[in-house]
């Protein structure tokens, strides 16, 4: 039997075990709960630290029908939104000022954002279950570090330390793309020519994440750089070895060659060498 003051805690928690169970933005009964604005999404994904997934559709968008028949309601991605990324829709005709925010040019399109909305990543056009599900994974499901520097840089956009660094943690969470933006802008910074180690570093980093987007222009623009900038750098064997690749992603077969020979001649036994031998006798 509750007293009146246990009645009335009771009845204050239920009340709030009711309102969290129907909170927007979370996958609740086998189905999304979508957040449809993006400040007060931003809100909620700000107090626990969270990512979002951020969906544009339109009612005659033939493929945003597709996804939401088929890939939000797969278990799967359910379950992989779950508690961990605050999930908001947006209507393409409806909230233009955030199709021009995030530059949406076709539908659907998915932004991958942390707690500000600052993007991560974007995909444009149809996600299948499985891949949507491999991303949403690939999230980190605590965003704080990533939000921290987000708030340096919405007081000082050129801060050095927080670009380097944010460009360095999107490059470790797999996200070439976000992390060489960032990278990119901290190159252009004062401090980047004073310091050789780390602007050596930004530069290898580019390249390598060109590499891994499968842009062979690119990543030969960057690694060249690095290569005439530092000619004795330690890390020498693994910039001919990435230019090389590069030059293989460029189609430029006589480059590649070139490279990977100008690596066996200076480092034989390096094991950058070991993986230019094998590209050589590929066909």
């Not at 965003?143 to 919405?154: A, F, G, Y």
Request: charged share 25%; net charge negative.
């Amino acid at each position: 039997m509750l007293n009146r003051e246990g009645s009335r805690r009771w009845i204050v928690l239920t009340a709030l075990l009711a309102l969290l169970a129907g909170t927007p933005g979370r996958a609740e009964d086998g189905e999304i709960q979508w957040f449809k604005d993006l400040a007060k999404a931003s809100e909620a994904a700000q107090k626990t630290n969270q990512p979002m997934l951020i969906d544009f559709w339109a009612d005659w968008c033939g493929p945003c029908k597709i996804m939401d028949a088929e890939v939000y309601r797969d278990p799967a991605v359910i379950a992989a939104l779950g508690q961990k990324v605050i999930a908001v829709r947006l209507n393409f005709d409806l909230q233009q000022e955030m199709v021009r925010r995030y530059k949406v040019e076709a539908l659907p399109f998915l932004v991958f954002a942390n707690s500000y909305g600052t993007e991560l990543m974007h995909h444009r056009g149809l996600l299948e279950a499985e891949d949507l599900t491999a991303v949403l994974k690939a999230l980190p499901a605590d965003v704080s570090e990533l939000n921290r520097l987000d708030r340096i840089l919405q007081e000082d956009k050129n801060d050095f330390g927080a670009l380097l660094d944010l460009g360095q943690k999107l490059t470790a969470a797999g996200l070439f793309g976000s992390g060489n933006s960032y990278l990119q802008r901290a190159l252009k910074q004062k401090e980047a020519d004073k310091n050789p180690v780390q602007r050596e570093a930004i530069l290898f980093t580019l390249g390598n994440n060109w590499l891994a987007l499968q842009d062979g222009k690119q990543a030969a623009e960057m690694l060249e750089r690095c290569r005439k900038e530092f000619p004795t750098s330690a890390r020498l064997p693994d910039i001919l070895l990435g230019l090389g690749k590069a030059y293989v992603l460029d189609e430029k077969p006589e480059k590649a060659q070139s490279v990977l020979h100008a690596l066996l001649a200076a480092y034989p036994e390096s094991e950058a060498a070991a993986t230019a031998r094998e590209l050589l006798q590929s066909p």
